[in-house]
């Protein structure tokens, strides 16, 4: 059974700092290209950052252009965890994040259950 479990989300001020924790379990976790998305009230998902398989040629990261230089996605392989650091939080960064996990070579998805970030003025 798979399972990704999110921690970390919160309530924090503008200009703070918050880092999501994703745990994973039930999967070889090598071979997973990891992501977080958000959803915010009234909008469609979207891609946060991205972070590619360590068996990926590359081993790259992406971001949302609303995202780069503020946020740094990461990946332990030890403890089988992605992590999303945040800095400079913005009110237009409150929303729902989710870790997203894709098998590199059957392609199937996998979703945590979301843990709220909400940014105040």
């Known amino acids: 059974q798979v399972q990704l479990v999110e921690s970390g989300g919160g309530l924090v001020q503008a200009g703070g700092s918050l880092r999501l924790s994703c745990a994973a379990s039930?999967?070889?976790?090598?071979?997973?290209?990891m992501s977080w998305y958000r959803q915010a009230p009234g909008k469609e998902r979207e891609l946060v950052a991205s972070?590619?398989?360590?068996?990926?040629?590359?081993?790259?990261?992406n971001y949302a252009d609303s995202v780069k230089g503020r946020f740094t996605v990461s990946r332990d392989a030890a403890k089988k965890s992605v992590y999303l650091q945040m800095n400079s939080l913005k009110t237009e960064d409150t929303a729902v994040y989710s870790c997203n996990a894709v098998h590199v070579l059957r392609r199937t998805e996998y979703w945590g259950q979301g843990t709220q970030v909400t940014v105040s003025s």
């Open positions: 972070i590619s398989s360590p068996s990926s040629p590359g081993g790259s990261t």
């Open positions: 039930g999967l070889t976790f090598s071979i997973y290209a």
